[in-house]
């Protein structure tokens, strides 16, 4: 045996794909599916009612039903979920934060009613509500009340499911949303300060050490896979330096950065989508060829959901790269490849350097609760620089800004690559709900909320009346309508200024534009950009603002989470010019429909609508066939040419000419 092999061969890493969608007795069938083909743990996708705290009948639950995810409303739901899955038996993995107790408490129930043991529950609820105000938006209240029950969770857990993570930091979407590296091992770690600190009042000295081995990490890794492993090595060591000078953890095992990751899918194109297979493969390198810093669990994006939800072979695939990497290759078989190298060594210290400089600065905000709203506008800024620097082919993308031309990709077959959900599923769900309600016993959900609300009141934790609610018959939607009854709710910070930016370089013929058409409208031209319905992906929106106020128009965003009818009231308020909607659940036909139609019953059918999102063809044709100007998807990322077409259609001349 050589000096770099190990002794013995390591267990490869939980394989997961990430998956939900239109029914839970859909997704029940594709986890088993998923599970004979070799998969080794689940990975839960919500939809966006289920993960903001909304029953599938809510009127902001409309058209997103069953979209990017399963809909979970009660206990029904959870039991089918998981039919025939011994719950005991599996690692489960749930994305979900603002609604992340209740699940759990779900999950938990639907245990019990199998005849599991509690205790030896094993898996994930994410969990990490402070970067749902950065980058994600599925939170309902506001940080502080929202920390408290991440520590709820946390306490319920150590105490009654030791075998489970009750808290995963999930740096994933900060990256998603323009996070330099620094910024991401930076702004993650201040949020695990931000709950250690939280939980360390509620256990005894002596067990504090053990719940901080409990706590772990969602992370993301993007192209730049060389940086991006050594900043895994970084995560690494910071943790252990935190742990140890922070908070005196000794024993190393509890100080391990265990994480799970889910590759870079905001590096995904719609342009020559294929070429994704490849940018998947060497990202996932990225989190697996150092064994120091190796994942604890891997999902991976499918190659084509740049352009809708992936099918059940797409997923497939992916799962397929992971096994190949983990057992027909010599991977597993050595120590790390990485040990003793001066470039990845000088990398990790210049990570770590600029990590604890920001980590520094944001201690002195309060730590991550206070530095919210600082934190989000970083993150803004650092996505206009990036998307600055394709624009500008300072960063090559392959098929988007560098050798755009190539064959048509055979694997966009008939059903145009990408798996659609039925509309039918929203009208079904609802029926389901219906009988739900109309089967349980009134009385004892009465009885459940009433405990629930008095136990969030009274600052209790909310984990034993969460779980007594499940058994009772809760709804997701009455569960959070109690949350928001004592907590009250949130809007977070846009992270887009009403300055204009330091980044007008090169935007002098677009201002002068807009000055002109500006002088012809007789006001400085008035944009108002939305986002209705549930969809919290607000990156996009975030840079048409801060583009289009950098080019001199009079912008308004208030960020997510808007029903038409408020984007209609803010259109006749401002007497807006021009509308933009951004909308990437796939609920772009309903909201975009019932905008356009209270576009034209409060009298502004003849404003220009321009909407942006994740649209497949046949349905930008519809929307434009509903009277949509224009319709943007991932292949449209130079911003100033979005930036021209809203100049145009504001234009009286231009207008007129038609």
Not at 419 to 435: F, G, N, S, Y
Not at 505 to 529: K, N, P, Q, T, Y
Not at 618 to 633: I, K, N, P, S
Request: glycine share 8%; hydrophobic share 40%.
């Amino acid at each position: 045996m050589t000096q770099t092999e190990t002794p013995q061969k390591d267990r490869p890493w939980l394989i997961r794909t990430y998956a939900g969608h239109s029914t839970a007795k859909a997704s029940n069938a594709l986890y088993r599916s998923n599970l004979a083909k070799g998969q080794t743990g689940l990975s839960v996708a919500f939809d966006l009612p289920t993960q903001t705290g909304y029953d599938s009948d809510h009127v902001l639950a409309r058209g997103e039903v069953g979209k990017v995810g399963v809909p979970v409303c009660h206990l029904g739901d959870m039991r089918t979920l998981f039919d025939e899955i011994p719950l005991e038996q599996m690692n489960t993995s749930m994305t979900i934060n603002a609604t992340a107790p209740w699940l759990l408490s779900l999950y938990i129930a639907a245990a019990e009613e199998q005849g599991a043991d509690i205790s030896q529950l094993q898996g994930t609820v994410q969990n990490d509500l402070i970067k749902e105000y950065l980058s994600r938006g599925t939170y309902i209240c506001p940080p502080a009340p929202s920390l408290k029950m991440i520590g709820d969770v946390a306490e319920y857990c150590y105490k009654h499911v030791p075998k489970w993570n009750p808290m995963n930091v999930c740096s994933y979407h900060l990256q998603e949303a323009g996070a330099t590296p620094e910024q991401e091992l930076a702004f993650a770690l201040a949020t695990a300060v931000a709950v250690l600190d939280e939980l360390k009042p509620r256990v005894a000295d002596e067990d504090f050490p053990a719940l901080c081995g409990r706590i772990s990490f969602f992370v993301n890794a993007g192209i730049r896979f060389v940086t991006e492993m050594c900043k895994m090595r970084a995560f690494v060591d910071l943790w252990d330096e935190i742990l140890t000078e922070r908070y005196g953890v000794e024993n190393p095992k509890f100080r391990r950065f265990r994480y799970g990751v889910q590759v870079n899918s905001l590096g995904l194109t719609e342009q020559q989508p294929e070429n994704n297979v490849y940018r998947i493969l060497i990202e996932m390198l990225a989190v697996t060829l150092s064994k120091k810093a190796r994942a604890r669990a891997v999902q991976l994006p499918a190659w084509n959901e740049a352009l809708g939800l992936p099918r059940p072979w797409d997923q497939q695939w992916s799962m397929r790269m992971q096994q190949i990497l983990a057992y027909e290759t010599d991977l597993l078989e050595f120590d790390d490849l990485f040990d003793g190298n001066p470039a990845v060594d000088a990398k990790v210290e210049a990570l770590k350097d600029g990590a604890r400089h920001e980590l520094a600065n944001l201690d002195s905000m309060g730590g991550a609760i206070g530095a919210i709203e600082y934190m989000k506008g970083r993150l803004v800024d650092s996505n206009a620089e990036r998307l600055g620097r394709i624009e500008r082919n300072e960063t090559v993308v392959v098929g988007v800004n560098k050798w755009t031309e190539g064959e048509q990709s055979p694997l966009m077959t008939g059903d145009g690559g990408i798996m659609v959900v039925d509309p039918a599923v929203e009208a079904e769900q609802i029926a389901r709900l219906e009988a739900w309600k109309a089967e349980r016993d009134s009385a004892a959900v009465e009885e459940a909320l009433r405990a629930l609300r008095e136990a969030a009141a009274k600052g209790e934790n909310v984990m034993p009346a969460s779980i007594k609610a499940a058994r009772a018959g809760v709804t997701t939607g009455e569960w959070a309508a109690q949350m928001r009854a004592v907590h009250g709710e949130y809007r977070g910070p846009t992270g887009v200024s009403a300055s204009p930016s330091n980044k007008t370089e090169g935007l002098d013929d677009l201002r002068d534009a807009v000055d002109m058409v500006s002088d012809r409208l007789g006001r400085r031209l008035s944009f108002l950009i939305g986002k209705p319905g549930l969809d919290g992906h607000s990156n996009g929106a975030e840079q048409i603002a801060f583009r289009a106020r950098d080019c001199g128009m009079d912008i308004r965003y208030e960020g997510i989470r808007l029903t038409p009818e408020e984007i209609v009231n803010a259109a006749l308020e401002d007497k807006s010019h021009v509308v933009g909607l951004s909308i990437l659940s796939g609920s772009h036909i309903p909201l975009v429909e019932e905008l356009m139609r209270r576009m034209r019953e409060a009298g502004l059918g003849d404003v220009p609508v321009v909407v942006g999102g994740i649209i497949p063809e046949e349905d930008a044709r519809r929307l434009r066939e509903m009277g949509v100007a224009r319709v943007y998807t991932p292949k449209d990322f130079e911003l100033n040419t979005i930036m021209r077409d809203v100049v145009t259609l504001a234009d009286p001349q231009a207008v007129a000419a038609e």
